[in-house]
């Protein structure tokens, strides 16, 4: 049985394993299962990408990586970007993609790539990347971090922690800034682990001071300069999708008020979130011509407010090729690290309300889009040696799939 491969590149905050934890863990398993139920054979890789390395440099790790694992059996391949990895994996696919070192000798595979789906992914950068690249938000960054791996593994990081953290943010939205309330916050996350688990944290948190290419890079301004030289590969599948949370309502506050974690990061949520909104009118995190918005309508069936956010990117940058799937869910809710049964644990209180049944959505989605980027592939090659005169089509109207809606067919356009 010929071997569908499917890599995995991780964003700013995830990582392959850290800490005894699978950042894919639940998204592994649902591709997995897709796969199967198709009676389809599949490896699943993870890159094991530097965090907040420069893009360039995450994709030629991840350009390795496919090389070394895809093997020669000619089967398929297909990339899975969550937040930054998805803008790794357009890198790659680039056909003026220019690599350092070796590494743009390990493409060979890409005549066999058949889709590029992105997840959250800031393709038109986030204000969030502009406050990180701040001395205090860098020390903001390294507590999340630890946070995000306290939380998932112990389901609520200590609440002295998460308090000094909380208090951090809230003084940074009012002009302050107090370094040494953050230290502390971190040391109390990391005490909490094991000790494997606290070294492999510390050597994580060295690795985002080491290199913060990625931050600058992601910044909003700077994305005009990566979008100048960037291009899609011709005849593949780009699909992507696109969620926000909304502003906790009352509602959301009470229910996260019924726990002191749940307080806490609701309000650490609520603070990326407004530091996210703040849009700049020359760069907009968003394309000129009003394609996004109207994608966006199509799909919602509204458009919501311009600085719409899952909390880490803005609603609109998140947009890229077909928009398979879009709705209400925060930055890591839909990667699987949602509240449920099932080993799901929310790292944050967003008001979201994401659940299994949008999750499974969404993967139904992202599976069926891959396979429909197969077989458009296999019938284009099939129709290479059949023609010798090119036949000339009316172009095909595209339309987006509704959250509501049925999957997109084997054509990639919604089935009826």
């Not at 943010?169 to 606290?198: K, T």
Request: aromatic share 6%.
């Amino acid at each position: 049985m010929q071997k569908t491969r499917v890599y995995l590149s991780p964003g700013m905050f995830g990582f392959a394993r850290l800490a005894s934890l699978e950042y894919f863990e639940h998204f592994i398993l649902a591709i997995e299962e897709r796969f199967r139920d198709r009676g389809r054979a599949v490896e699943i890789h993870v890159c094991e990408v530097h965090p907040t390395a420069s893009i360039l440099r995450r994709a030629a790790k991840l350009a390795r990586l496919v090389d070394e694992s895809a093997g020669d059996d000619d089967g398929p391949i297909h990339i899975v970007g969550h937040s930054t990895g998805g803008l790794d994996a357009r890198l790659v696919a680039s056909p003026t993609v220019r690599l350092p070192g070796n590494a743009h000798r390990r493409l060979g595979w890409t005549s066999r790539l058949r889709s590029v789906t992105t997840i959250n992914t800031p393709h038109f950068g986030t204000p969030l990347a502009a406050f990180f690249a701040t001395v205090s938000g860098q020390r903001l960054l390294y507590a999340i971090t630890a946070l995000t791996v306290a939380g998932l593994k112990l389901g609520a990081p200590p609440l002295a922690a998460a308090s000094a953290l909380a208090a951090a943010f809230g003084r940074v939205q009012l002009g302050f800034f107090e370094i040494e309330l953050i230290d502390r916050a971190m040391e109390s996350f990391i005490r909490v682990l094991d000790d494997a688990s606290s070294r492999e944290l510390r050597a994580w948190l060295k690795l985002l001071r080491d290199d913060q290419g990625a931050i600058v890079q992601l910044m909003p301004e700077a994305m005009d300069l990566l979008h100048a030289g960037l291009e899609d590969r011709q005849g593949l599948r780009y699909q992507s999708v696109a969620t926000y949370a909304p502003r906790n309502a009352v509602r959301d506050w009470v229910s996260a008020l019924r726990s002191p974690w749940g307080a806490m990061s609701a309000a650490i949520f609520t603070a990326l979130s407004n530091i996210t909104a703040r849009l700049n009118e020359h760069y907009p995190c968003r394309s000129h011509d009003g394609s996004i918005e109207q994608k966006l309508a199509r799909v919602l069936g509204e458009l919501p407010p311009p600085d719409a956010n899952d909390g880490v990117v803005p609603l609109a940058s998140q947009v890229w090729g077909d928009l398979i799937w879009a709705g209400k869910a925060d930055h890591l809710d839909i990667v699987g690290h949602f509240p449920g049964k099932g080993g799901h644990i929310d790292w944050l209180a967003s008001g979201a309300r994401f659940n299994r049944l949008r999750f499974d959505a969404v993967l139904d989605r992202i599976v069926t889009g891959m396979m429909a980027g197969e077989q458009v592939s296999a019938e284009a090659q099939a129709a290479k040696p059949a023609r010798a005169i090119p036949e000339v089509r009316a172009p095909e109207r595209t339309q987006d799939v509704v959250e509501r809606g049925a999957p997109p067919g084997p054509s990639g356009e919604p089935a009826a």
